[in-house]
């Protein structure tokens, strides 16, 4: 299974951007995807989850209002859609795929590369 991120930039404050993940090879349906973050000399954080089987969402505090998380069962891509970014969201994002959300939290799972937002 690979993960591949796109549609990271640079972005004044207020912007928006729509990061994608594309998931290639056989996984089992349903899983678990999310979006995660890691700024300079920050711990990671989990921004946003999505569970493919019944559509549920979840968003950290600080983005809920502003991201939407979304997938795409027929492309098997996921999307984060930001808006009303702020500097303090700037960070390489990176997305993640497990069967559970506990295990999505945990790490566990298959992940991407990552991708910079950067927003001035």
């Known amino acids: 299974v690979q993960l591949v991120e796109s549609g990271g930039g640079s972005v004044q404050a207020g912007g928006s951007l729509k990061l994608t993940c594309e998931v290639s090879?056989?996984?089992?349906?349903?899983?678990?995807m999310g979006w995660f973050r890691q700024a300079p000399g920050k711990e990671r954080e989990g921004v946003a989850a999505?569970?493919?089987?019944?559509?549920?969402?979840y968003y950290l505090n600080s983005v809920e209002g502003r991201f939407t998380i979304s997938h795409d069962n027929a492309k098997n891509t996921l999307y984060l859609q930001m808006n009303s970014l702020k500097p303090e969201d700037t960070a390489i994002y990176y997305c993640?795929?497990?069967?559970?959300?506990?295990?999505?939290?945990?790490?566990?799972?298959?992940w991407g590369q990552g991708t910079q937002v950067t927003v001035s």
């Open positions: 999505i569970d493919t089987g019944d559509g549920s969402t």
């Open positions: 993640a795929l497990a069967y559970n959300i506990p295990d999505l939290r945990a790490g566990r799972g298959y």
């Open positions: 090879g056989y996984i089992n349906s349903p899983y678990c």
